[in-house]
């Protein structure tokens, strides 16, 4: 009797763990449409996968009400099996910026680093290794502190 009781015991619980278990699904690099779902469970809708020129994969998803893209590195040859993502925000100002005004915020941060193009406009970049896989928690504070930084961005280049 006593193993019969620990037996349905034992399947209850197995049973009320199996919807926590679904709930931690990880969040990888080496499968795009996982960030797309943990984007989507963050609260961000639309997000868009496509190729670039080269097969990396790329997401463009509106964060912030700006307009991120996360692509993808660290990746095998065929460009699977990545481990890096690399949240890019790019502005255009009017008359773009100098390489000192761009380097001052470099000196400050020691992520979320900026460049400029050929026009001198700047892009913020955020690197973030997902592995083999971390939780949507850690996911979502990377998120915020990408959100922190990409409006930190905004106010230091006046956009």
Same mark, same amino acid.
């Given at each position: 009797?006593?193993?019969?009781v620990?037996?349905?015991?034992?399947?209850?619980?197995?049973?009320?763990?199996?919807?926590?278990?679904?709930?931690?699904?990880?969040v990888?690099?080496?499968?795009p449409?996982s960030?797309?779902?943990?984007? %989507?469970?963050?609260?961000?809708?639309?997000?868009?996968?496509? $190729?670039?020129?080269t #097969? !990396?994969?790329s997401i463009?998803v509106?964060?912030?009400?700006?307009?991120?893209?996360?692509d993808f590195?660290?990746?095998a040859?065929d460009?699977?099996e990545?481990?890096?993502?690399l949240?890019?925000y790019?502005m255009?100002?009017?008359d773009? %910026?100098?390489?000192?005004?761009?380097?001052?915020?470099?000196? $400050?941060?020691i992520? #979320? !680093?900026?460049?400029?193009?050929?026009?001198?406009d700047?892009?913020?970049?955020?690197?973030?290794?997902?592995?083999?896989?971390?939780?949507?928690?850690?996911?979502?504070?990377?998120?915020?502190?990408?959100?922190?930084?990409v409006?930190?961005?905004?106010?230091f280049?006046?956009?």
């Amino acid at each position: 009797m006593k193993r019969t009781v620990f037996a349905a015991a034992a399947v209850i619980a197995a049973l009320c763990a199996a919807p926590a278990l679904a709930q931690d699904k990880l969040v990888t690099a080496m499968d795009p449409q996982s960030i797309i779902d943990a984007l %989507t469970a963050a609260g961000y809708q639309g997000a868009e996968l496509s $190729k670039t020129d080269t #097969g !990396r994969s790329s997401i463009k998803v509106q964060l912030s009400g700006s307009p991120t893209y996360i692509d993808f590195y660290d990746c095998a040859n065929d460009m699977t099996e990545c481990y890096t993502l690399l949240f890019v925000y790019a502005m255009d100002l009017t008359d773009g %910026t100098t390489l000192e005004k761009a380097n001052e915020w470099n000196a $400050k941060e020691i992520s #979320g !680093r900026v460049s400029l193009d050929r026009d001198r406009d700047p892009a913020l970049d955020y690197t973030f290794s997902t592995y083999q896989g971390v939780s949507q928690q850690v996911f979502e504070q990377n998120l915020k502190q990408w959100d922190r930084k990409v409006g930190e961005v905004k106010d230091f280049f006046d956009f």
